[in-house]
């Protein structure tokens, strides 16, 4: 019997040779000292190509990944796909967050990782953890991903912050993708990996306000929670709720 037999395989074999394996894959935790951020292809012209997302969400959930640099001061890579075409630039809110992170403007590899100079900028960080976002999810993002996996990378693509065109294809284009052992994972999963501890530095002091600018959601609830403190007064019928 094959000693990978049940297991899940990539068709292509990839540069080893070898099958990618996604069951012989461990639980890995996230890692600030470890990681690198990678905003890959989040242009404004490709920005209408992710109709998997509310327009509005999909744009505040672009700048969340790419402020997760910020937050934990971590690498962080940039690379557009022929910017000067009707690809665009990044957005200026993304590019003002990073005016000395590296920028890789790629004029033909679709694949990022086909590119030297992307290949050089991530190798010179040192780092093996790639957290990676971009449009379109089944091209941009799942190129890389694959790529790195082959390259010995572990890979963390942020479902929220990767567009395409049909909800199939996100789909079909994740199933790929964590068949490698890419990990599928939220923008909250990521920072909250990343944190690891509320006590933490960066921990609630500095991630609760990040939270409420890029994660409402979950701001909402801190300011709830404020505003009960501050404010509140308990009501007839409310006593013994708690």
Not at 65 to 77: D, E, Q, R, T
Not at 137 to 165: H, K, M, P, Q
Not at 177 to 192: D, K, P, T, W, Y
Not at 226 to 231: E, F, G, P, S, Y
Request: hydrophobic share 45%.
């Amino acid at each position: 019997m094959s000693p990978t037999a049940g297991f899940l395989e990539v068709n292509s074999p990839g540069l080893t040779g070898a099958p990618m394996v996604s069951n012989s894959v461990p639980f890995e935790r996230l890692d600030k000292d470890k990681a690198v951020l990678v905003i890959l292809d989040l242009q404004v012209g490709l920005y209408n190509l992710a109709r998997d997302w509310d327009a509005t969400l999909y744009r505040d959930n672009m700048i969340a990944h790419s402020a997760l640099g910020k937050l934990f001061n971590i690498p962080v890579v940039m690379s557009t796909s022929a910017q000067t075409g009707p690809n665009g630039p990044l957005p200026k809110e993304i590019l003002d967050m990073y005016p000395n992170a590296p920028l890789v403007k790629r004029n033909g590899e679709v694949d990022a990782w086909d590119n030297a100079e992307f290949r050089a900028a991530i190798e010179a960080t040192g780092r093996k953890q790639i957290i990676v976002a971009g449009i379109v999810t089944d091209v941009c993002t799942a190129f890389l991903a694959l790529s790195l996996r082959d390259a010995g990378y572990s890979v963390w693509a942020n479902i929220e912050a990767s567009g395409t065109t049909t909800a199939l294809i996100r789909d079909t284009a994740n199933a790929r993708m964590q068949s490698a052992g890419v990990h599928l994972v939220s923008l909250f999963a990521i920072v909250c990996d990343l944190m690891r501890d509320w006590r933490n530095k960066p921990g609630a002091e500095e991630i609760l306000p990040w939270l409420d600018q890029y994660m409402p959601a979950y701001g909402y609830v801190a300011r709830g929670h404020l505003a009960a403190i501050k404010n509140g007064t308990v009501i007839p019928g409310q006593a013994g709720l708690a």
